[in-house]
């Protein structure tokens, strides 16, 4: 089985990958737990060594770190920092050093922001924590409207264009028109000797938008 197969299909393999040795002393997440992504539940020492995690906390590692190291996650709380999280005081009914948002990264990593809460356990620390899901609803929302937005104003620049081309075809129509008509007058010009009957031919050789511009010849009565 491959490497990135083991990480995601059995969290504690994928554990015993990055450490180099099995679990087997009783840890407090229970099997339920173990399968979740949406959920990152973690034991982490207070020196920084990782014990204990379900599958969502070693996707998060896997998002956060190109390279992740169980024996030392200090790095991956980026805020609160690890340091501060063992320097607060336990709260006396929760029994939490943290309750809020946490965001878990490193400068050569992703970002990830989590919202749950890290206990004291025997000594050591216990994170629990979630995805921000409303959030998460929320930037999908935003990120909709913003594709349906540019959307519109896609077609819009499509409709502009084919504007522009038609008065672009107009205004060439126009050009030719003008060329046509000056061509005809400069021939006119030069052949003042030509009776009646040719002029008529010539006014009717034009292009019909320019034929009541050209000259008419004068009939005596």
């Given amino acids: 089985m491959a490497a990135h197969e083991i990480r995601i299909a059995d969290p504690r393999a994928m ?65 609160p920092r690890f340091q501060d999280i063992i320097a607060r005081t336990q709260d006396p009914f929760e029994g939490t050093l943290y309750r809020g948002l946490l965001s ?27 995805h921000d899901i409303v959030r998460l609803e929320t930037l999908r929302t935003t990120l909709l409207e913003l594709q349906d937005d540019l ?10 264009e084919h504007r522009a081309a038609r008065l672009q075809e107009l205004a060439d129509a126009a050009m030719r028109d003008r060329d046509t008509l000056l061509d005809a007058l400069a021939h006119r010009g030069s052949g003042k000797g030509t009776d009646h009957k040719t002029t008529i031919k ?6 019909l938008p320019l034929r009541s511009f050209a000259p008419r010849p004068r009939f005596s009565i």
């Fill in 15 to 79: 554990f015993d990958t990055f450490s180099g040795s099995t679990l087997t002393s009783p840890l407090p997440i229970p099997d339920l737990f173990r399968g979740l992504e949406a959920i990152a539940i973690a034991l982490i020492t207070r020196e920084g060594k990782l014990k204990d995690a379900n599958r969502g906390f070693l996707l998060v590692m896997t998002r956060c770190s190109p390279v992740p190291e169980p024996n030392d996650v200090r790095g991956l709380f980026a805020n």
């Fill in 104 to 130: 878990l990264g490193s400068p050569s990593g992703k970002a990830v922001s989590l919202h749950g809460s890290i206990y004291a356990h025997n000594g050591d620390l216990l994170m629990v924590a979630e």
């Fill in 151 to 160: 959307a519109e104003k896609q077609r819009h620049i499509i409709h502009l």
């Fill in 202 to 207: 010539d006014r009717h050789q034009l292009p």
